[in-house]
């Protein structure tokens, strides 16, 4: 194979190859990107899940404690 081959076929040729790998870098970074946003977003969502049970478990245990009014 001949380096004729492996040139691009003019500077210009070569900079629009080299700027379809840039778009394709970057589209490719905002998908991780994405992802590591919906991960954190989720995990938000376990954690307030998890605050909002344990505020009840400590509701029930407060209210099962409590002592009823004399009568």
Same mark, same amino acid.
């Given at each position: ?5 492996? +040139?691009?076929?003019?500077? $210009? ?22 992802? +590591? ?10 954690? $307030? ?7 009840? +478990?400590?509701?029930?245990?407060? $209210? ?8």
């Amino acid at each position: 194979m001949s380096a004729t081959l492996t +040139r691009p076929a003019s500077p $210009a040729t070569g900079i629009a190859a080299a700027a379809i790998r840039a778009g394709r870098a970057l589209e490719a970074w905002g998908r991780a990107h994405a992802v +590591r946003r919906r991960a954190q977003h989720l995990e938000a969502i376990r954690l $307030a899940g998890e605050a909002t049970e344990a505020r009840r +478990r400590h509701d029930a245990l407060i $209210a099962s404690t409590t002592h009823a009014p004399l009568i």
